[in-house]
């Protein structure tokens, strides 16, 4: 881990690397608004359930926790050619609440701050600021500091900054380096409890008491699912009762770190599991690590996606669950039920993080082929990028049942009825592009369902 010296520099020189980049979007927008002379980055506004005073769990807004990782609502920031960020960070003195904890990072030795006791003190301080643009989930924040409605979140602003969050500044890869060896510790503890037995909640528990965090504080819901829960793509329910049959544990699950999120999946397969399915676990685990040696510089993401799909084509002909070659599956589509996700998403601040689908700075998309039109990411891979590579093969009868009207003879369906009792595969690592070509955050951390752990 970095000391707490290495941090402040490499937050430093972030900073400075995102104020630049700001600076040039806010010229790049001048030529189409020549008054905005800023941006204000909002925290943001805690929102409430209807009819209720229970808020929803709140996170900071993106680009404003790219600049300052601080938590909790309502603190502005102010970006402005010329002079340094000023942070306006609200510090309410409430009796209801417990004051905000330490957060252990050093923005406050970074950025300019002046401390305010609430939101309306923030816009208070923050005065006049209708020549700026706004950023944020409040509107009425951006009224209330004279900002017009056309200078909230501008479109071309907005691509502008997406574009550049794909590029993970030193400070950001260290921040989701940390959070993957933090997720790594939950899992090595879940695959230890799961080889026991354990239940679905049981597990969760064990994964949080492993990483130190709360369920709120995780990136996402975690996904713990034994059997034919695998199979449901964001399974949350975490069910109390003991796994039968006990086959299959699929655990996808994340932590953060200052706002940067990892996001790692691994499938287990116990004793009782039916050989077919340990083959197509061991199969799809080498084209997991195929597709991560193909990561670099220049490579096109929809290229990765489609030959995840002749792998998979490649894995039901060889394991027996196909009776067609593997190219026939793939150029009929047959593969598509057995894989109806994309293959990854690009990972940051958000755990599917922006711009994955941009083809240039100012906004053009590059729209996923008909063929797959589930694929987050078809951007062009770039030095810096960090992006998830995660194929899967699922037995899902909603997606099956078509299939096999259709196309009767094309698999040997027998099996997969027993196959639908073991829900599915992922497998998912996180993967920072090098002028070298990758390196792979998590494999070594978290090792695969056929790699010995400690303990």
Request: aromatic fraction near 8%; include cysteine.
């Given at each position: ?317 060889e394991t027996g669950i196909a009776k067609k070659s593997a190219?026939?599956l793939y150029d009929l589509g047959l593969t598509q039920p ?25 906004g053009e998309i590059e729209a996923p082929p008909e063929k ?84």
């Amino acid at each position: 881990m970095e000391s707490v010296m290495d941090r402040t520099a490499l937050f430093r020189d972030h900073v400075d690397h995102v104020v630049a980049r700001t600076n040039e979007a806010l010229r790049a927008y001048a030529q189409k608004d020549a008054g905005c002379e800023g941006i204000v980055f909002h925290a943001g506004k805690m929102l409430y359930h209807h009819a209720d005073d229970q808020p929803f769990p709140f996170r900071p807004m993106f680009h404003f926790t790219r600049f300052a990782p601080v938590p909790g609502p309502d603190h502005l920031l102010v970006v402005r050619p010329g002079s340094a960020p000023k942070l306006y960070r609200v510090v309410a003195q409430d009796f209801w609440h417990e004051p905000p904890a330490p957060t252990g990072h050093p923005f406050d030795e970074v950025l300019d701050i002046e401390n305010v006791e609430s939101a309306d003190a923030a816009i208070a301080a923050a005065g006049d600021l209708s020549d700026c643009a706004y950023f944020g989930n409040a509107p009425d924040v951006a009224r209330k500091l004279g900002i017009d409605a056309s200078r909230v979140e501008p479109e071309l602003l907005v691509s502008l900054l997406d574009w550049d969050r794909g590029m993970k500044t030193p400070y950001e890869v260290d921040c989701i380096r940390e959070a993957c060896g933090t997720a790594a510790n939950g899992h090595l503890a879940v695959r230890r409890a799961a080889m026991r037995g354990a239940s679905e909640r049981e597990l969760f528990a064990t994964y949080l008491e492993a990483t130190g965090f709360l369920e709120n504080e995780t990136p996402y819901g975690s996904i713990i699912g034994w059997d034919e829960n695998a199979a449901t793509l964001h399974y949350t329910s975490k069910r109390v009762a003991k796994p039968d049959p006990g086959y299959v544990l699929l655990i996808d699950a994340g932590t953060s770190c200052f706002g940067y999120a990892s996001d790692v999946t691994r499938t287990y397969a116990t004793a009782s599991a039916p050989a077919e399915f340990v083959a197509a676990l061991d199969a799809m685990d080498d084209l997991e690590q195929e597709l991560v040696n193909k990561v670099g510089p220049g490579v096109g993401f929809i290229d990765l996606h489609i030959d995840a799909h002749r792998g998979v084509a490649k894995i039901l002909h060889e394991t027996g669950i196909a009776k067609k070659s593997a190219d026939e599956l793939y150029d009929l589509g047959l593969t598509q039920p057995f894989l109806p996700h994309g293959l990854g998403h690009h990972l940051g601040l958000q755990v599917h993080d922006v711009g994955g689908r941009q083809k240039t700075p100012e906004g053009e998309i590059e729209a996923p082929p008909e063929k797959f039109p589930s694929l987050r990411t078809t951007r062009e891979l770039a030095v810096g990028h960090v992006v998830t590579i995660e194929p899967g093969l699922y037995f899902i009868p909603m997606l099956l049942d078509p299939v096999r009207a259709e196309h009767p003879d094309a698999f040997d369906w027998d099996l997969v009825d027993r196959l639908v009792p073991c829900g599915g595969i992922r497998i998912e690592d996180d993967v920072l592009v090098t002028e070298a070509g990758r390196e792979d955050l998590t494999r070594g951390l978290i090792p695969g369902h056929r790699e010995p752990i400690d303990g």
